[in-house]
T-cell receptor
Framework: EPEVTQTPSHQVTQMGQEVILRCVPISNHLYFYWYRQILGQKVEFLVSFYNNEISEKSEIFDDQFSVERPDGSNFTLKIRSTKLEDSAMYFC?????????????FGPGTRLTVL | SQKIEQNSEALNIQEGKTATLTCNYTNYSPAYLQWYRQDPGRGPVFLLLIRENEKEKRKERLKVTFDTTLKQSLFHITASQPADSATYLCALAPYSSASKIIFGSGTRLSIRP
C-alpha cells in the first residue's frame, strides 16, 4: 500500500541553524501538508500546498518557514533559523482532494530537536 | 474564539464494552468533521469523515454522529479490544478553509482486558 515517507526520522540541530525536512507524498496525490506536534500537545496545522503554491497557512507559519516541491516527488519544509520552541514532531501529509473532504495520509514524522 | 474540545483527556474501559468519545466545538461552521487514531510516536491515521448533512456514519465497529445544533460529534467503538487503545483525535475542516484541518487535543483511550 502506498505511504507517505519522511526523512530524517530524527534531526538534531543547534539554535539558529537552518533545517530542511523532507517528505515524499503518495504519488497520485495533489494536496500536501505540514503539521507539527509539540510533545504532549495537539497536532497543529502549518501549511497546505496545491498546484505549486501555498493554499493556506497558519499563524505559526511565519517568515522563518518555507515549503517547496523541488521536483515531482519531494515536498520539503525549511526552517531558516531554528529556535528552541521549534522542537517538535513534524508530520507531512497528502491527499487526492482537499483534506477536509478526502482521506489525508500522514507520514511517520520527523522529530526535530533544537539545542 | 474558536475551540475544539475533546471532553476527556483519558478514558479507561473494560474490553468488550462500547467506548464513547466526545468532541465539542465552538465558533466554527464546519463542513466536515473527521476522526483519527494516533499511536505514540506515530502520525495520525484517518478513520472516518462525516459531512454536516449526515447524522451518522459507520465503519465496521466504529460509529460517528454529528449534531450541528449541539455542535458536537460522538465517536463510538463497539466491542472494544485492547488493540483499540490509542489516542483518538477529532478534527474539523471549516467551510472557509477546507484545506486547513484543525485538530482537537485528543482522548487517550485504554481498553483493559
Amino acid at each position: 500500500e502506498p505511504e507517505v515517507t519522511q526523512t530524517p526520522s530524527h534531526q538534531v540541530t543547534q539554535m539558529g541553524q537552518e533545517v530542511i525536512l523532507r517528505c515524499v507524498p503518495i504519488s497520485n496525490h495533489l494536496y500536501f501538508y505540514w503539521y507539527r506536534q509539540i510533545l504532549g500537545q495537539k497536532v497543529e496545522f502549518l501549511v497546505s500546498f496545491y498546484n505549486n503554491e501555498i493554499s493556506e497557512k497558519s499563524e505559526i507559519f511565519d517568515d522563518q518557514f518555507s515549503v517547496e516541491r523541488p521536483d515531482g516527488s519531494n515536498f520539503t519544509l525549511k526552517i531558516r533559523s531554528t529556535k528552541l520552541e521549534d522542537s517538535a514532531m513534524y508530520f507531512c501529509a497528502s491527499s487526492v482532494g482537499l483534506a477536509g473532504v478526502d482521506t489525508q495520509y500522514f507520514g511517520p514524522g520527523t522529530r526535530l530537536t533544537v539545542l | 474564539s474558536q475551540k475544539i474540545e475533546q471532553n476527556s483527556e483519558a478514558l479507561n474501559i473494560q474490553e468488550g464494552k462500547t467506548a464513547t468519545l466526545t468532541c465539542n466545538y465552538t465558533n466554527y461552521s464546519p463542513a466536515y468533521l473527521q476522526w483519527y487514531r494516533q499511536d505514540p510516536g506515530r502520525g495520525p491515521v484517518f478513520l472516518l469523515l462525516i459531512r454536516e448533512n449526515e447524522k451518522e456514519k459507520r465503519k465496521e465497529r466504529l460509529k460517528v454522529t454529528f449534531d450541528t445544533t449541539l455542535k458536537q460529534s460522538l465517536f463510538h467503538i463497539t466491542a472494544s479490544q485492547p488493540a483499540d487503545s490509542a489516542t483518538y483525535l477529532c478534527a474539523l475542516a471549516p467551510y472557509s478553509s477546507a484545506s486547513k484541518i484543525i485538530f482537537g487535543s485528543g482522548t487517550r483511550l485504554s481498553i483493559r482486558p
